[in-house]
């Protein structure tokens, strides 16, 4: 079965910077386009960034423009998450999906497989 693993979150200071990894298994990972997204406690979870499969096409969410970086590495069967100059409003749980065609979305509905999530802390 498809498996995803998110890692590397953790608590940081606001400015510093962090990587997060999704390791994905099950699936041919270079077929398909990936996304992160971000849940807030007592909020909907949102979109964050997606890439294509070829890592290609990137898009993300405004609040995280120019901070975050998503990249893949198809050899690793791996997706990357780069976020710097952190913020405190950047505190979430951070989800990775699969989606299921090559091309990314912004959708929730457009992802078949999640992951579990890692905590990102942000504290001011």
């Known amino acids: 079965q498809v498996q995803l693993v998110e890692s590397g979150g953790g608590l940081v200071q606001a400015g510093d910077s962090l990587r997060l990894s999704c390791a994905a298994s099950?699936?041919?990972?270079?077929?398909?386009?990936m996304g992160w997204f971000r849940q807030a406690p007592g909020k909907e979870r949102d979109f964050v960034a997606s890439?294509?499969?070829?890592?290609?096409?990137?898009y993300y969410a405004d609040s995280v423009k120019g901070r975050f970086t998503i990249s893949r590495v198809n050899a690793k069967n791996t997706m990357y998450l780069q976020m710097n100059s952190l913020k405190p409003e950047d505190t979430a749980v951070y989800y990775c999906?699969?989606?299921?065609?090559?091309?990314?979305?912004?959708?929730?509905?457009?992802?078949?497989?999640w992951g579990q999530g890692t905590q990102v802390t942000v504290s001011s």
């Open positions: 099950g699936r041919t990972f270079s077929n398909y386009a």
């Open positions: 999906a699969s989606g299921g065609s090559s091309r990314p979305s912004l959708r929730e509905d457009d992802y078949n497989y």
């Open positions: 890439i294509n499969w070829s890592g290609g096409t990137r």
